[in-house]
């Protein structure tokens, strides 16, 4: 069967109710934990996000660094933050502690403070409450380790604190949580942000500091950019930057390292990881920009992964590629390390490009259209459904103690990213190895290069 691009239009059928959403691209607010060390921040993180995330120790300073982790209450999803203790100290680890939960503060939208119910107010509260008046950010004050009724008198001291009514809970319990976070979705934003139109394509840049991002992003542009607008983003140092190119309308997110603040700044390995996520939130298509020079690092992939679970269309763009001294092996070589290192991105495209020189930047905005049209890519129920059929007699499905897998019916039931539904007799039967033979199949027939594929099992009569 030859590739078909023009299907797109073919079938336009309402999501099955299996849980899937359309992807949609809004910043998700995020909220920050804060407070001064063991008060039980970790414990309330994990509670929150259902997941021991957060390594739980009695002990200060076990949380050194931001933990990231997504919640959801009230049909109102988030990105949560735990952050180390902050105090005032010059201990190197206490230092260290305090500056990453600035940043924190600083990324966030909402910030849940968290003080001792037992222990009462400390100096070093107080002192975490001078930095978030600071901050200007809605603050909810939940007094933790109140652990029966008896204990609700204790409360009454944190009014002092200038922070309004103070919360209740016990994360050790589980108690109070529920109000703590009717409290927290108060101060969300609304809903209904949207700064661009369905045609318009997202395009953002992840990836380690000076790998040449925002070089990218000027070259890109040029001298002859068409722009609307700047647009400062949902994202804090994300700048949305809107123009025009041959009758299509981009939208870059250049997601630069965290400036300088006084002492307050990133190293290469602490990279900020919820910005990159909140652009990657924002996209149709990622940019996974690495550095030639320096090679692949352990950082790339952790970012590049967030892109694939979030379902992004992705290009690697390999950057500074003028800076390598070359010869007849070293693209081929570098395009296999690259496939070697990103096996889960084996659908991405790959571009070696200079931001300085301008080599090759030219291949890189008709490499995101024609990915972005492949991410948003719906392929005809019947179509699809001789196709798997076809490749069920080329290859049979699997057997398990005498159980064959038998699939009855396949339709797609979302794009961003093209996600696909097998009803079969018993979904446990798809084995993770033919399921990738399904997905080889699908792609080898449709265009669907930079983008992911999901490939769902439901039972039959679901």
């Known amino acids: ?170 994360g050790a319990h589980g108690l109070g949580l529920g109000d703590l976070l009717d409290e927290v979705i108060k101060h969300f934003p609304e809903l209904d942000e949207q700064l661009y139109d369905e045609e318009t394509v997202r395009v953002s840049l992840i990836g380690r500091p000076n790998v040449g991002k925002s070089s990218i992003v000027n070259a890109i542009l040029g001298e002859d950019r068409v722009i609307v607008s700047n647009i400062a983003g949902t994202t804090r140092d994300a700048i949305d930057t809107p123009f025009s190119r041959d009758d299509q309308d981009y939208v870059l997110i250049d997601t630069a390292g965290m400036r300088k603040k006084g002492k307050v700044y990133e190293s290469t390995e602490k990279y900020s990881v919820l910005r990159a996520l909140k652009a990657i939130e924002r996209s149709d298509v990622v940019l996974v920009v690495l550095n030639a020079e320096e090679g692949i690092i352990e950082q790339d992939k952790k970012i590049a992964g967030y892109a694939h679970e979030a379902g992004r269309a992705v290009i690697i763009v390999v950057n500074k590629w003028d800076a390598l001294e070359k010869d007849d092996k070293t693209l081929q070589e570098f395009h296999q390390k690259i496939k070697d290192h990103f096996l889960f991105l084996d659908y991405a495209p790959i571009l070696f490009v200079s931001a300085k020189t301008k080599q090759r930047l030219h291949t890189i905005l008709p490499m995101v259209s024609e990915v972005a049209e492949n991410h948003n890519l719906r392929v005809p129920t019947n179509v699809l459904n001789d196709l798997i059929m076809d490749a069920v007699a080329m290859n049979p499905t699997p057997t398990d103690k005498g159980r064959r897998l038998k699939i009855n019916y396949v339709t797609q039931v979302a794009v961003k990213p093209p996600t696909f539904v097998l009803f079969v007799n018993e979904p446990e039967l798809l084995h993770f190895s033919y399921e990738r033979f399904l997905e080889n199949r699908i792609r080898a027939t449709f265009e669907f290069k930079g983008t992911p594929i999901r490939i769902l099992a439901r039972k039959k009569n679901d």
């Open 1 to 170: 069967m030859p590739k078909n691009k023009s299907v797109r239009h073919l079938w336009d059928a309402p999501l099955l109710q299996i849980g899937l959403k359309e992807g949609n691209f809004m910043t998700k607010p995020v909220v920050a934990i804060v407070g001064r060390p063991n008060v039980g921040k970790s414990t309330i993180f994990n509670r929150i996000v259902g997941e021991r995330v957060s390594i739980v120790e009695d002990m200060p300073g076990v949380t050194r660094d931001r933990i990231y982790s997504s919640g959801e209450w009230l049909n109102r999803e988030f990105n949560l933050i735990d952050t180390g203790g902050i105090e005032l100290s010059d201990e190197p680890l206490l230092v260290q502690m305090r500056q990453q939960a600035e940043l924190a503060i600083e990324e966030a939208d909402v910030i849940v403070f968290i003080v001792n119910g037992r222990e009462g107010i400390t100096g070093a509260d107080e002192e975490v409450a001078k930095l978030l008046f600071r901050s200007k950010k809605p603050i909810v004050l939940a007094v933790n380790k109140v652990d029966n009724p008896e204990m609700q008198e204790q409360l009454y001291e944190f009014y002092s604190l200038g922070m309004g009514d103070p919360i209740a809970i016990s």
